[in-house]
C-alpha cells in the first residue's frame, strides 16, 4: 500500500468490495430458477490493519472480499437422499400395480366374472334344450372364450414383464451414466478447490444429479477427509456406496451391470432370458430401495417362493392365474373338488354317446388345442396346465355333440351329468377361498390392497419430500426481495466509495497541485 495514498487506496478498496458484492448478487438473480443452484453470498471481512508508529493503535486499511460462500445445509441434503429413494421404490411401483388392475379388469362387462357367468349361463340354456346344437355351439364358444380370457391376461402379463425387464436395463444404464457424471464433476471441483477456492456452481450440478440418482437406487453419500491439502485446508473426497460398496469413489468408479440368467428365478411364472442387475466386476448386488427396487419387485415378486419374498409382483400374479386353470379344469374335467372325488364332464355322456372326454385340455404343438386322450395322456397333466396354454379340447372344439350332458348312454334329454357341472360354479370346496369367483375375488382384493399401500406410501413420501425441498430452497433457494434489498445496500456502498475517491482526489489536488502557490 502506497503510504503516499493511503486513503485512496481505501476508498479504491471499498469500492471493488462492493462491486464483487453486487457481482455475486447480479449471479444469484440470473440462476433464481436454475434447478438445484445454492444461493451465493460474497464473504466480506475487514482487511488487515496496519500500526501506526506512535503506538496510538491499528489502523484500518479498507475490507476485503475473502470468499463466496455457498449456502447450502447439508443435513437437508442427506436426508433429501435418504427419502428420496423410498419415494421412488413406491412411486413406481404405484404406477405397475395400476397397470396390473387395468389388466385384471374388475368390474367391468369383459372382467373374469362376466366371463365366468357367461359360461355357466350356457351350460343353464342347455339344460332348458340339451339336443339343441345351437346352445352346444354356444357352450362351446364360452368356453373358448374363458379359456382366451386367461390366455389373454397370461401374455399381458409376460408382456409386462417383459417391459419391465427393459426398464430395468434402462435404469442400470441411467445409474452408470449418473455415475460417470459425478466422476468427472469430482475430478473438476477437486483440481478447482486446491488453491483454497469453493467450486460452487459445479457442486451445485454435482447435488442435482445425486438428487436424481437417490431416487434411483439406494445409495449413501459421505466426503471424506483424506488428508490436508497445501493451503492447509481439509482434503475432502466424494463417496458414493451402494451396500456399502463404493459406486463412486472420488475419481474412481466401479459401474452396475445386468446380465441375462442362465435359469428362470420362478420356473413357471417367468419369461425367460430376465435380467440380473450386479457389479460390474460379477459380484450380486442386493437393490435395497430406488425406482430399480420397485422395478425388480414388481417383475420378480412371489410371495413365499423365489424372488422377493416380502413381495406380490407379476410371477404372483402368473402363480394364481396357474392355480385358477389347474384346479377349475380338473374340477370340471374329472369332478375332483379337494378331496372329494366327485363326478366331472368325463363321467358323462355326450349326444353321440361318447365318453370320458375332458371339456378343457391346453395347447399343444402349432398353437393347437390338444384332444382329450393327448391330454390325459401327458404324465402330471394338470400340473402341465397353465393360463397361457389353458383350451377347450378339439373333441368338443370339433364336435360338439361331445358335450357331456347326460349320465346314460341313449338318453339326449337326460341333464344329471349336466346339473352337476352347474353346481360346481357355486361350490366353495373348489378353492381354500371358496367358489370359483371367490378365488379370482382374493386375488383382485390382493392386487386392490398392495395397489392402495403403494398409494398411501408413495403419497406420504412426496409429502416428505416436499417438506425436505420447502427447507432446502428456504435455506438454499434465491429470494428476489432479499436480493433487490442487498443490491440496494451494496449499490449505496459503492456510491459512497466513489464519492470517497473523488474527495480523496482533490484533497490530493489541492495537496499536489495548490499548496505553496
Given at each position: 500500500m502506497n503510504p503516499g495514498f493511503f486513503g485512496l487506496d481505501i476508498a479504491v478498496k471499498g469500492l471493488y468490495t462492493a462491486q464483487r458484492n453486487l457481482d455475486v448478487i447480479n449471479h444469484n438473480v440470473n440462476n433464481i430458477n436454475t434447478p438445484g443452484y445454492s444461493r451465493q453470498v460474497a464473504n466480506q471481512s475487514a482487511s488487515r490493519p496496519i500500526a501506526l508508529l506512535n503506538g496510538t493503535g491499528m489502523l484500518g486499511t479498507g475490507s476485503d472480499v475473502t470468499g463466496i460462500n455457498r449456502i447450502r445445509d447439508e443435513y437437508l441434503d442427506f436426508k433429501y437422499w435418504s427419502e428420496n429413494k423410498t419415494y421412488g421404490e413406491w412411486e413406481i411401483k404405484r404406477t405397475l400395480l395400476a397397470d396390473l388392475e387395468a389388466t385384471f379388469n374388475e368390474p367391468s362387462d369383459?372382467?373374469?366374472?362376466?366371463?365366468?357367468?357367461?359360461?355357466?349361463?350356457?351350460?343353464?340354456?342347455?339344460?332348458?334344450?340339451?339336443?339343441?346344437?345351437?346352445v352346444r355351439a354356444l357352450v362351446k364358444e364360452k368356453g373358448v372364450t374363458l379359456a382366451k380370457y386367461f390366455n389373454s391376461m397370461a401374455?399381458?402379463?409376460?408382456?409386462?414383464?417383459?417391459?419391465?425387464?427393459?426398464?430395468?436395463?434402462?435404469?442400470?444404464?441411467?445409474?452408470?451414466?449418473?455415475?460417470?457424471?459425478?466422476?468427472?464433476?469430482?475430478?473438476?471441483i477437486y483440481r478447482s478447490e486446491l488453491d483454497g477456492n469453493v467450486a460452487n456452481d459445479l457442486r451445485d450440478q454435482r447435488t442435482l444429479l445425486i438428487d436424481e440418482l437417490s431416487k434411483l437406487i439406494n445409495i449413501d453419500v459421505t466426503e471424506v477427509v483424506a488428508g490436508k491439502l497445501p493451503n492447509g485446508r481439509e482434503d475432502k473426497r466424494m463417496l458414493i456406496t451402494i451396500n456399502g460398496k463404493p459406486f463412486v469413489d472420488h475419481y474412481d468408479l466401479t459401474q452396475l451391470a445386468v446380465k441375462q440368467r442362465a435359469d428362470k428365478l420362478n420356473p413357471e411364472e417367468d419369461v425367460v432370458n430376465l435380467y440380473e442387475v450386479m457389479w460390474e466386476d460379477g459380484n450380486t448386488l442386493k437393490v435395497r430401495g430406488g425406482e430399480l427396487k420397485g422395478l425388480l419387485d414388481v417383475r420378480d415378486g412371489n410371495e413365499g417362493e423365489n424372488g422377493s419374498p416380502l413381495y406380490k409382483g407379476i410371477p404372483f400374479y402368473i402363480k394364481k392365474l396357474n392355480e385358477f386353470v389347474r384346479t377349475f379344469a380338473k374340477a370340471f374335467n374329472e369332478g375332483i373338488i379337494g378331496s372329494d372325488d366327485l363326478e366331472g364332464h368325463a363321467d358323462g355322456v355326450g349326444a353321440d354317446n361318447s365318453t370320458g372326454v375332458r371339456f378343457f385340455t391346453m395347447l399343444g404343438i402349432g398353437n393347437m388345442p390338444m384332444s382329450s386322450d393327448d391330454f390325459i395322456a401327458i404324465p402330471d397333466c394338470y400340473n402341465q396346465l397353465t393360463a397361457k396354454n389353458f383350451s377347450v379340447?378339439?373333441?368338443?372344439?370339433?364336435?360338439?355333440?361331445?358335450?357331456?350332458?347326460?349320465?346314460?348312454?341313449?338318453?339326449?334329454?337326460?341333464?344329471?351329468?349336466?346339473?352337476?357341472?352347474?353346481?360346481?360354479?357355486?361350490?366353495?370346496?373348489?378353492?381354500?377361498?371358496?367358489?370359483?369367483?371367490?378365488?379370482?375375488?382374493?386375488?383382485?382384493?390382493?392386487?386392490?390392497?398392495?395397489?392402495?399401500?403403494?398409494?398411501?406410501?408413495?403419497?406420504?413420501?412426496?409429502?416428505?419430500?416436499?417438506?425436505?425441498?420447502?427447507?432446502?430452497?428456504?435455506?438454499?433457494?434465491?429470494?428476489?426481495?432479499?436480493?433487490?434489498?442487498?443490491?440496494?445496500?451494496?449499490?449505496?456502498?459503492?456510491?459512497?466509495?466513489?464519492?470517497?475517491?473523488?474527495?480523496?482526489?482533490?484533497?490530493?489536488?489541492?495537496?499536489?497541485?495548490?499548496?505553496?502557490?
Open positions: 369383459s372382467g373374469f366374472s362376466t366371463m365366468l357367468d357367461e359360461f355357466f349361463h350356457s351350460l343353464q340354456e342347455l339344460a332348458k334344450d340339451p339336443g339343441s346344437e345351437a401374455t399381458h402379463l409376460e408382456e409386462l414383464q417383459v417391459d419391465l425387464n427393459h426398464q430395468i436395463n434402462t435404469k442400470v444404464n441411467r445409474i452408470n451414466s449418473l455415475g460417470a457424471q459425478i466422476q468427472q464433476l469430482n475430478k473438476q379340447s378339439s373333441d368338443i372344439i370339433n364336435n360338439i355333440n361331445k358335450i357331456a350332458t347326460s349320465d346314460t348312454p341313449d338318453q339326449i334329454g337326460n341333464i344329471e351329468n349336466l346339473n352337476k357341472l352347474i353346481k360346481m360354479r357355486n361350490n366353495t370346496h373348489m378353492f381354500t377361498e371358496g367358489a370359483p369367483e371367490d378365488f379370482m375375488k382374493s386375488i383382485i382384493s390382493t392386487l386392490g390392497i398392495d395397489s392402495q399401500q403403494a398409494i398411501r406410501m408413495s403419497s406420504n413420501q412426496q409429502a416428505m419430500i416436499r417438506q425436505v425441498e420447502n427447507q432446502r430452497l428456504s435455506e438454499s433457494g434465491v429470494s428476489m426481495d432479499e436480493e433487490m434489498a442487498n443490491m440496494v445496500k451494496h449499490q449505496q456502498a459503492y456510491n459512497a466509495a466513489a464519492v470517497m475517491i473523488n474527495t480523496m482526489a482533490e484533497i490530493y489536488d489541492i495537496l499536489i497541485n495548490r499548496v505553496g502557490l
